[in-house]
């Protein structure tokens, strides 16, 4: 019934997708790692063990050799897309570890699992999410964009950049003009995928991550948790809070920004930073403020040891 309905939609052939369906096998190991905690058991949310497992000396380094072997890319990414190198970099090292752990799950059978047998019942939203990404990866196959022995994350995601077949559909790039996208073994194609990605998603060029201001003592009123800056520059002085020293609000002054609440849940405290429309687009990457903050503070470690 889905490949029936995909096929007539789409226009796409019928039995070579019912012949795909078919060579599936329902993957255990996807299932138990998608599902939720169990019942009882409380998981803390800590930014600085979360900060550790990504910014630390192994991945800076990777990250150094990565930018200085690929800089020329890099910057044609930065050029074209607005997106600084060292971003675009860093958002491949906390992906893949720059290309050496991309996943080897099929991908075809992590999609199907998940789109047909998704282990959280309660969440029936996610299988309809699946089910879409399946439809996706199965078009980009029926169309000669990707081979149906796809190997990627047990969530589905492909190559260096991790994309769902959604975002290749919509945002991935044929870097190097071969007429033909490769996220998994060509880099340049994965560079300008995460630039074409973050520019299509609200990044601004010239723009910081993070505005340089001092908040409050106590900020937690103005953070809403949410993935779209709602807060302007006059709330915040309004608040208490103040240009860091030498610091200047051009450029960034006149931009929605949000606060970052970075938690340690067993403290009961946290770190607080002033995100602008770059951090949130950083969001729609991961729809984490950990994972956007990793990145902006990783590629801040590959940029000071890169230089330009």
Do not use: C
């Amino acid at each position: 019934s889905f490949v029936e309905s995909l096929a007539a939609e789409r226009n796409l052939p019928l039995k070579p997708m019912v012949s795909a369906l078919e060579s599936t096998r329902y993957n255990a190991t996807v299932a138990r790692l998608i599902a939720p905690s169990p019942p009882g058991k409380k998981v803390w949310r800590s930014w600085l063990t979360y900060r550790s497992r990504f910014v630390e000396p192994k991945r800076i380094g990777w990250g150094v050799e990565f930018y200085n072997e690929h800089r020329d890319q890099l910057n044609q990414a930065a050029q074209r897309f607005g997106v600084p190198a060292p971003i675009i970099a860093s958002i491949i090292g906390v992906e893949t570890l720059y290309g050496r752990n991309m996943g080897n799950f099929r991908v075809l059978d992590a999609l199907t699992t998940l789109a047909f047998d998704y282990p959280d019942p309660a969440k029936p939203e996610r299988a309809t999410m699946f089910r879409g990404q399946l439809a996706d990866f199965l078009t980009l196959a029926m169309s000669g964009k990707l081979d149906l022995e796809t190997r990627g994350s047990y969530a589905g995601a492909i190559g260096m950049p991790q994309f769902m077949p959604t975002s290749i559909k919509h945002y991935a790039v044929d870097g190097d003009g071969s007429g033909h996208i490769d996220l998994t073994n060509n880099t340049r194609d994965a560079i300008m995928s995460v630039g074409s990605f973050l520019s299509q998603h609200g990044w601004q060029r010239g723009l910081p991550v993070f505005a340089p201001v001092a908040l409050p003592a106590d900020p937690t009123a103005l953070v809403d948790g949410g993935l779209e800056p709602k807060q302007t520059w006059g709330t915040l002085t309004a608040a208490g809070a103040r240009l860091q020293p030498g610091a200047s609000a051009t450029g960034w002054g006149a931009q929605p920004m949000g606060i970052v609440d970075l938690v340690e849940e067993a403290r009961g405290t946290a770190q607080y930073r002033v995100g602008t429309p770059n951090f949130f687009a950083l969001t729609k990457y991961n729809r984490s403020y950990f994972y956007a903050t990793a990145v902006a503070d990783l590629a801040s470690e590959i940029e000071a040891r890169v230089g330009r």
